[in-house]
């Protein structure tokens, strides 16, 4: 089974903090997905990566930023946290040969 | 760019009953559309998924029809069980975009035993 996970579960910063979320996961795949989850809003996609070293803006990816060093861990780093950006936070991978995306925990991010 | 919406928010069935999930799209470009189940405190799975050369899959009690022309696709579960209620997503994406998926907005289905 194709393994995903997340550094935390839960997670309280502070505003203004520079915060890390990071996402392993274990099958290789080639395409990484981060996610924040809003109620009524859905899945909405931050920042996403086809490779090692590759990244690209999704549809919200102000005050964010990812990187990609190796090809199992993609970081979500949110430079300066701020209230807004409390939110559930799910990371998501993908192998070439499917279009499944596999999922992460999640991360409960509460920034005061 | 892409939207996709996804109605209704909430549906709430009776055990037995069917329900149906429907969601739009807005760029005709899109080629898959595939369904997510999101139980609580869990982390959302694929159930099932529909590509554009086809109008319907079935997989048990759930299915998945398209309608290209209208640019909007459905989720039918037959003979709801409790273990079906979650908040379920659909999704749309194009070819040449990295697995990219724009997800609608989430219907938190209900049944009642």
């Known amino acids: 089974d194709v393994k995903v996970t997340q550094s935390s579960r839960y997670l309280v910063k502070r505003t203004g903090e520079k915060v890390f979320l990071e996402c392993v996961q274990d099958?290789?795949?080639?395409?990484m997905f981060w996610y924040r989850q809003d109620p009524g809003l859905g899945l909405r996609l931050i920042y996403f990566?086809?490779?090692?070293?590759?990244?690209e803006k999704g549809d919200i990816p102000e005050g964010y930023s990812v990187s990609r060093e190796k090809k199992e861990r993609f970081s979500l780093i949110l430079e300066s946290a701020s209230t807004n950006q409390t939110s559930m936070y799910l990371c998501?991978?993908?192998?070439?040969?499917?279009?499944?995306?596999?999922f992460g925990p999640g991360t409960r991010l509460t920034v005061l | 760019g892409e939207n996709v919406e996804q109605h209704p928010s909430t549906l709430s069935v009776q055990e037995g009953d069917s329900a149906v999930i429907k969601c739009t799209y807005s760029?005709?470009?899109?080629?898959?559309f595939p369904w997510y189940k999101q139980e609580l405190g869990k982390r959302p799975q694929l159930i099932i998924d529909?590509?554009?050369?086809?109008g319907e899959k079935k997989d048990q009690r759930i299915a998945v029809t398209l309608n290209k022309t209208a640019k909007h696709f459905s989720l039918h579960i037959t003979e709801t069980q409790p273990e079906d209620s979650a908040v379920y997503f659909c999704?749309?994406?194009?070819?040449?975009?990295?697995?990219?998926?724009?997800f609608g907005q989430g219907t938190e289905l209900s049944v009642k035993p």
């Open positions: 998501a991978s993908r192998g070439l040969a499917s279009n499944e995306q596999f």
């Open positions: 099958m290789d795949h080639e395409n």
């Open positions: 990566s086809y490779d090692v070293k590759m990244k």
């Open positions: 760029d005709s470009a899109s080629n898959y």
């Open positions: 529909i590509r554009s050369n086809v």
């Open positions: 999704a749309a994406s194009k070819n040449n975009q990295g697995g990219k998926l724009i």
